[in-house]
């Protein structure tokens, strides 16, 4: 396959090199043309274009790992750009921003939760997705045959692609991510207020202060623009905060001992049930699905199994010869997961079976 | 010596062990009969006394180490129970509500900030307070000799004794250590809810969730007394976070970049303030005081110090035999800390020199 790989840095240039070494040929561009000398040396491109449309040139798949602030606008140049069979992806921690984008059936929103404490293409490496979800938030009308071929090449790279709807999922990134950035941010600078001119003599801090603050003024060029790609659930969520410290502030001017002792193992619940949600473990199965060859069923397939946190492993999909029919080879892991997999298949109104 | 503890758990326990290591007697009172035979298995008392007084008899320091919802009943019976000579302390983890007690010469307020993820004396060790800080909080009606006593004693620990005003000592635990557990706790629910019935798809709970809600459902037997023991300092938190959660979402609401990235800026400078402060080294100067006869004065010069962050390695006192007068011998790690020491010493009107 021909990648082009749209912004080389962290991430788009560990792209590049996972997927050289599975042997594809990947094209970067690069708006800093330094940046793309980088990446050869570091041999996360086969070649650097001097242009954009150079770099999309014959490419089966596009990457575009360029900051979220511009993000719409080079998906969208990107998209320009494409021959018709190349799926168009992206990296951007906030998916609503395109969904002008995904308007083309070559677009599927993207978002690998691989880390990104040290950037740019130096710190790239082949291995950065291994086991990590990389969510697709494809449309209604993706084309199955590209989302299929993304999937896979995602899961080649060791990462676990999740369909999820793209609203879901800046609200999660929102409640997950986002928002602990935020009360990060808040919490030190209410603990440099309080200590006022005393601020020089805070001799200890204890481990949950420096734990709930290490992302405290993280990355500003890159922060900036998530909080604002991504207002609306993060205004939600601080609302949300907002009334939740009210209740939390009331029960204590009211010294009611019941309510904060209740309120206290509430939160110890929710976060073993968080930390707990979506630990899969089992036996892969095969499943067989046929279906009609419409835009969009696949993708709707991906969805409806993303909800239910069903992770797909791999899938493979197979065009009928006549064009009207198709099947979806789709690997689950767990028992419990295929076969909640055959029933939310088979809910669409479509034949499946276990291979 | 002889000293007392009272409450046998993790924190009394360790008390007991390091007192032990040291050569002292330690007699060992709980409230529940059972942990005080686990405490001399483990070797964390020489004898456990069957009631209060008869741990006290004799005592020449007394830890209380009592739940923070009984602490202030616990340690008066404690200063009843003990003879004149004996200075008693507690380990609570907020300091206000033993207001009271601080009009005893005999009591110093204390908490050493070590470590509590496990409860009960199977976990204690002698160990336990090596590097931490203990903050202490001397009234000005606190004994000199009593207060230099346990300094020695908690330094022999292992542990940085740092005096501080009680209130202070509440406000600084409240922004480092409780509010953070309320926040914790708060993201966690709104993290649960806000993803609703799909809670459990949330298949990749990124680190700066993990990091932040790490405290979150913390011990609940704890913690609900530490909230309402330190509410009004926490409420003043909260009405805090909730003024700074407001100007956030005004800047979102307006999109306002510049706002955003001063105030992400701000953050990341109040953080790395926050984790330099404190850090001190350099070689140990030995001061001597000429201090009056006086109520207090030991207290006064510990709690000047502290407040500007100048660590008390060690200190010793030795009254003169007239009674008037005395000497205090501080040893001070750094240059810098001991030229502060001598300036803020002399400002009280007490001759200080380097020995």
């Known amino acids: 396959m021909r990648i082009a790989v749209v912004g080389v840095g962290l991430i788009g240039g560990s792209i590049g090199l996972a997927a050289r070494a599975l042997g594809h040929e990947v094209v970067g561009f690069d708006a800093d043309a330094r940046v793309l000398v980088q990446a050869r040396e570091r041999g996360a491109v086969d070649a650097g274009a001097a242009r954009l449309a150079a770099a999309l040139a014959g490419a089966d798949a596009a990457f575009v790992a360029a900051p979220v602030g511009v993000l719409p606008a080079v998906v969208q140049a990107t998209l320009d750009a494409a021959q ?48 990590a979800t990389w969510y697709l938030t494809p449309a209604t009308g993706t084309s199955g045959v590209l989302y299929e071929r993304l999937h896979r090449l995602l899961a080649a790279f060791g990462a676990q692609p999740t369909a ?11 409640s997950v991510s986002h928002l602990p950035h935020v009360l990060a941010n808040v919490l030190v600078a209410q603990a440099a207020r309080a200590l006022g001119e005393d601020a020089e003599r805070l001799p200890a801090i204890g481990p949950s202060f420096r734990d709930a603050t290490r992302v405290a003024g993280a990355n500003g060029a890159i922060w900036t623009d998530i909080y604002l790609a991504n207002r609306d659930a993060l205004i939600a969520g601080i609302d949300d905060v907002g009334a939740r410290l009210a209740r939390v502030r009331e029960a204590l001017l009211a010294g009611d001992r019941e309510a904060l002792a209740s309120w206290n193992e509430g939160a110890a619940e929710d976060r073993r049930a968080l ?32 909800r239910a946190n069903v992770n797909i492993v791999d899938m493979a999909l197979s065009p009928s010869a006549g064009g009207t029919q198709g099947v979806v080879a789709l690997w689950i892991r767990g028992d419990e997961q295929a076969d909640r997999a055959c029933e939310l298949i088979s809910g669409q109104g479509i034949p499946v079976a276990r291979a």
Chains 1, 2 share one sequence.
């Not at 709807?165 to 609200?171: C, N, V």
């Not at 707990?276 to 835009?295: D, I, K, Q, T, Y």
């Open 84 to 131: 018709s069979g190349c799926v168009v992806s992206d990296v951007g921690s906030t998916k609503r921003t395109l969904i002008a984008a995904s308007a083309d059936e070559r677009f599927v929103g993207g978002h690998p939760l691989a880390g990104a404490e040290t950037a740019g293409v130096r710190h790239a490496r082949a291995e950065l997705f291994r086991g």
């Open 164 to 174: 999820i709807d793209a609203g879901e999922h800046d609200r999660v990134m929102s």
């Open 275 to 306: 930390l707990e949600a979506g630990v899969a473990g089992g036996p892969v199965h095969e499943l067989r699905a046929s279906v009609p060859n419409r835009p969009g069923v696949i993708a709707d397939i991906a969805l409806a199994l993303g």
